[in-house]
C-alpha cells in the first residue's frame, strides 16, 4: 500500500494550493483518509479528513472555511484545496489513512504518504 502526496511548493499569504494523495495498492471503501501538517519544532496536528465511502469531512478548526478535503474514487486520489493560506500554514504535509477517525490524532493512522512541503510567505 503507498500514498503518494504532491502537489506542495512556495506560495505568497493569500494565495492557494491543491494538494493530491494518490492511493495504491488497495483502495480505501470503508476508511478515513486525511492530512495532517507538521511545523519545524511542532508536533503533528490533524488538518482534515474525509470517509471515503460516505464523503463525511472534518477540519481543525484554524481551516475551516479556508480548506476543503475531497476524494475522487475513480481515480482512488483524495485533495485538500486550501485557499487564503497564511504564514501559520507553513508546514509539511502529510497524507495518511486509517479504519477509525483521523481526527482522533495522528497515532490512529494505520498509513502514512511521504510529505509535501507547503511554505506561505508574507
Known amino acids: 500500500v503507498q500514498l503518494q502526496a504532491s502537489g506542495g511548493g512556495l506560495v505568497q499569504a493569500g494565495g492557494s494550493l491543491r494538494l493530491s494523495c494518490a492511493a495504491s495498492?488497495?483502495?480505501?471503501?470503508?476508511?478515513?483518509m486525511g492530512w495532517f501538517r507538521q511545523a519545524p519544532g511542532k508536533e503533528r496536528e490533524f488538518v482534515a479528513s474525509i470517509w471515503w465511502s460516505s464523503g463525511i469531512t472534518n477540519y481543525e478548526d484554524s481551516v475551516k472555511g479556508r480548506f476543503t478535503v475531497s476524494r475522487n474514487s475513480a481515480a482512488n486520489t483524495m485533495y485538500l484545496n486550501m485557499n487564503s493560506l497564511t504564514p501559520e500554514d507553513t508546514a509539511v504535509y502529510y497524507c495518511?489513512?486509517?479504519?477509525?477517525?483521523?481526527?482522533?490524532?495522528?497515532?490512529?493512522?494505520?498509513?502514512w504518504g511521504q510529505g509535501t512541503l507547503v511554505t506561505v510567505s508574507s
Open positions: 495518511a489513512a486509517s479504519r477509525t477517525s483521523l481526527a482522533r490524532g495522528a497515532p490512529l493512522a494505520d498509513y
Open positions: 495498492g488497495r483502495t480505501f471503501s470503508g476508511n478515513n
